[in-house]
């Protein structure tokens, strides 16, 4: 569904330049788990640590059992960095 969407972090949505933000977009995409572990280099258990501290963003539930994480929220993090981080 969103496969393709990011290609990397240097281009960090498709056919927006590398000036523009996804927080200039109108509507915020959101990102399944895939998708943000190819962004953000971590294992899923890391990932899920570190959203249960506080130190990765809270997901949006989309159902019972099915969450996502808005693209905003996932380039803030690309862009500067772990809070905390060395």
């Not at 899923?44 to 501290?53: E, I, L, M, Q, S």
């Amino acid at each position: 569904m969103f496969h393709g969407l990011f290609m990397d972090l240097g281009n960090i949505y498709k056919g927006v330049s590398l000036g523009d933000s996804i927080m200039q977009l109108q509507h915020d995409s959101l990102l399944r788990l895939p998708e943000v572990l190819a962004l953000i280099p971590v294992s899923r258990a890391t990932w899920y640590a570190g959203v249960k501290n506080g130190r990765f963003p809270r997901p949006v539930s989309l159902g019972p059992r099915c969450v996502a994480w808005r693209a905003s929220e996932i380039q803030r993090l690309v862009t500067e960095g772990v809070p905390g981080a060395l």
